[in-house]
């Protein structure tokens, strides 16, 4: 099994900061892409940004320029550096990983994390 936590939300204020963290354990044997979602109160969950093993990036029209996703390979570890944050910023936020569990086959399963509150407000 895989558990994933985050941990770095918070409140903060319009143009304000906040770096995120997601660090994934238990029995695995490689963690593929991992990544950040959210979701605002009423409205769907959204893909936020995604990183691969290797480190290529990529990132939702919202937030590019704004937020990078970065991690730690050998942590088992996810960033989000959240920057220039703006009201409509505020949501909860997931990560995602796409776990190969097993060395013997190659199943990619998809494990969440329980989310971390931002809330953007003056």
């Known amino acids: 099994q895989v558990q994933l936590v985050e941990s770095g939300g918070g409140l903060v204020q319009p143009g304000g900061s906040l770096r995120l963290s997601c660090a994934a354990s238990g029995s695995f044997f490689r963690i593929n892409d991992m990544g950040w979602f959210r979701q605002a109160p009423g409205k769907q969950r959204e893909w936020v940004a995604v990183?691969?093993?290797?480190?290529?990036?990529n990132y939702a029209d919202s937030v590019k320029g704004r937020f990078t996703i970065s991690r730690d390979n050998a942590k088992n570890t996810v960033y989000l550096q959240l920057n220039n944050l703006k009201s409509e910023d505020t949501a909860a936020y997931y990560c995602?990983?796409?776990?190969?569990?097993?060395?013997?086959?190659?199943?990619?399963?998809?494990?969440w994390g329980q989310g971390t509150q931002v809330t953007v407000s003056s």
């Open positions: 995602k990983a796409d776990v190969r569990t097993d060395w013997r086959d190659m199943i990619i399963r998809q494990y």
């Open positions: 990183i691969s093993t290797s480190g290529t990036t």
